[in-house]
């Protein structure tokens, strides 16, 4: 069977709404028509990342998003802090290495988080310059205390590039709050956009760094560009007319169900999550205090293989779940419960996972998991659980 059902952590489905949207027929980039568009999406971006900063949009996915940001501040010999601990946090780091940066990394259990201590060490340590942090880790399904990180850096005297791709529009991201010089999305996780648009919100600081940065290597990714183009409130190069129409109306949709309902669902579809898999005598990757909340990455059972979890979900269900990323290949499986998911789809899928963890010989009592996730939506969502969100 093809996979039909996404539940993975990015690219989610669209709404109808987003993909008509994306329908209508391409305007001219440099008209009044489409800056007015372009002039409501950043309105909503600065909704959503909770930032009177601006808001540059990339045509790119979110690795083009990274880059920019990297590279806008680093040059030759700029000393990194690279805060590992997933396949993401770590790629910030290879970024700043490309770019000619001295990177120290601050290496992080897969699956695990660090302590304030510990980054306060770290950034004495290496006397860094700039410190990188991806704020919800989505290969290991954890997420990162942003807001600690901010402070520190800013004690310090760095300036701190956060990646929230699989954050922002979901869980809370306090971009000004918590001191993000530099904060990353992209279009196709939580935002319920469709794929090939990055984002990143820039503080004063940051800009200021970037015109001292002498030895520039990016043209496309350079932030300086987008920073005159935005004070002209348009972009540096042509955007991607149709991505764009599409994002207005995935944020829209954010704005009529409320930010704040908004990650009350994705809140309250992680914690159903978290509760089904124990329920069904599965085992979390990361401790429950810094689980993720639009990612849950479960290990698959002993004597169980991914084909017995994943392979089964896709062939018998058409229902599509993430695996595990390089150390982690065929050891977890991570279900995506972001964007526009409503609790009826969670419901389904827990359903759908129990009868294959059954089949495959996993001991579990029938309707435990999602009996254990229907109590937790119903409490946090109200008895009728078409109340998630509204449609
Ligand atoms: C946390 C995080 N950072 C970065 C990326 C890379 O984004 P993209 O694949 O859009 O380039 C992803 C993609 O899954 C991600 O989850």
Not at 169 to 194: F, R, Y
Not at 198 to 224: C, I, K, P, T
Not at 362 to 375: C, L, M, Q
């Amino acid at each position: 069977m093809i996979a039909t059902k996404l539940m993975i952590p990015g690219p989610v489905e669209l709404d109808d709404e987003v993909l008509l949207a994306m329908a209508r027929p391409v305007m001219g980039h440099r008209t009044p028509e489409f800056e007015e568009v372009l002039e409501e999406c950043w309105r909503l971006l600065g909704m959503v990342y909770r930032t009177k900063n601006e808001v540059a949009i990339i045509t790119g996915s979110g690795t083009a998003a990274m880059e920019a940001a990297v590279a806008s501040v680093v040059e030759p010999g700029t000393r990194v802090l690279s805060i590992g601990g997933g396949k993401f946090g770590e790629r910030l780091g290879e970024i700043a290495r490309c770019f000619g940066a001295e990177v120290s990394r601050l290496e992080v259990e897969w699956g695990g988080t660090f302590s304030a201590e510990e980054v306060d060490e770290a950034l004495s340590e290496s006397g860094a310059e700039v410190v990188t942090l991806t704020h919800n880790e989505t290969s290991t399904g954890v997420v990162h205390d942003a807001g600690e990180v901010g402070r520190l850096a800013r004690e310090h005297g760095a300036l701190f590039i956060a990646d929230a791709i699989t954050s922002v529009g979901g869980d809370v991201v306090e971009t000004d709050a918590w001191g993000i010089d530099l904060c990353i999305t992209g279009s196709q996780k939580c935002l319920a956009a469709p794929p090939g648009l990055g984002f990143v919100a820039v503080s004063e600081r940051a800009w200021e760094r970037m015109q001292e940065v002498r030895n520039r290597h990016a043209f496309y990714l350079d932030l300086l560009r987008y920073r005159k183009a935005l004070r002209k409130r348009t972009t540096p190069f042509t955007p991607s007319v149709s991505l764009i129409y599409g994002l207005h109306a995935a944020l829209k949709r954010i704005e009529r169900e409320t930010l704040e309902a908004r990650i009350r669902r994705h809140r309250a579809l992680a914690e159903a999550t978290r509760r089904a898999a124990e329920a069904m005598n599965l085992e979390l990757l990361p401790e429950r205090e810094h689980a993720s909340n639009t990612v849950t990455a479960i290990r698959i059972p002993e004597g169980l293989s991914d084909a017995d979890v994943r392979g089964r979900l896709k062939e018998e269900y058409g229902i599509l779940v993430a695996g595990g990323q390089e150390k982690l290949k065929g050891r977890i499986f991570r279900i995506g419960h972001m964007g526009e998911v409503r609790a009826g789809e969670l419901l389904s899928l827990l359903a759908c996972l129990e009868q294959v963890l059954r089949c495959s010989g996993h001991g579990v009592k029938p309707g435990a998991g999602t009996e254990a996730a229907r109590e937790v939506l119903e409490a946090e969502l109200g008895e009728s659980l078409r109340a998630c969100g509204g449609g």
